[in-house]
């Protein structure tokens, strides 16, 4: 008799359980998103006294979610086409485009691959990844913060900073800040 009852809750117990699954959800299927090429870098570099602000804009790329939550990924940024967005744009544009700073004649793109995210809150990260930037392969490590990750799309932030050094930027040795103040606002669409 114990038998039968305990068989008979078991079963109550999964078709309650199975009652609320959606029979055409996929679990460990990854989702792939297309970057959104509305996605942006922002940067601020500075010097004593003074500062100027610039972007580039994510020419393409792709990042893979998993049950919600981002695994993976790698972005094109457009090098070529930044822009100074403060009164010096002008002046400045030129400058950064030449081989002293992005050299972007020998260099029009770079690269952000993830190569780990570790979730430290629901939607606070640390991502890792490797920078491609005028041809070096720079390991870079930073914060981020997903803000969506549904069948809306993607969306995230991220805000630190990087030494330009880094990067193969000696120009302005010290002029200039080697901080360079970065934020990513990286949206993406499946």
């Known amino acids: 008799m114990k038998k039968i009852i305990f068989t008979f809750s078991f079963a109550a117990v999964l078709a309650t359980t ?9 679990f460990g299927e990854p989702t792939t998103y297309q970057v959104d090429t509305k996605s942006r870098v922002d940067f601020i570099g500075s010097k004593k006294g003074d500062f100027h602000p610039g972007t580039f804009t994510v020419k393409s790329g792709s990042l893979t979610v998993d049950a919600g939550k981002l695994t993976g990924g790698k972005f094109v940024i457009d090098v070529v086409n930044l822009k100074v967005t403060d009164a010096a744009a002008g002046r400045l544009d030129g400058h950064l ?33 490797s920078l491609n930037f005028k041809g070096n392969n720079i390991p870079v490590k930073f914060p981020a913060y997903i803000r969506s990750a549904d069948d809306k799309g993607f969306f995230a932030q991220a805000f630190f900073s990087l030494d330009k050094n880094l990067l193969g930027i000696a120009y302005g040795k010290g002029q200039l800040s080697d901080d360079v103040q970065i934020s990513v606002h990286l949206y993406a669409k499946k």
């Open 18 to 26: 199975y009652s609320f699954v959606n029979p055409n959800q996929k």
């Open 97 to 129: 485009k030449s081989p002293d700073f992005f050299d972007v004649a020998k260099f029009p793109e770079a690269t952000f691959e993830i190569t780990s995210v570790k979730y430290v809150t629901e939607t606070a990260t640390e991502i890792a990844g």
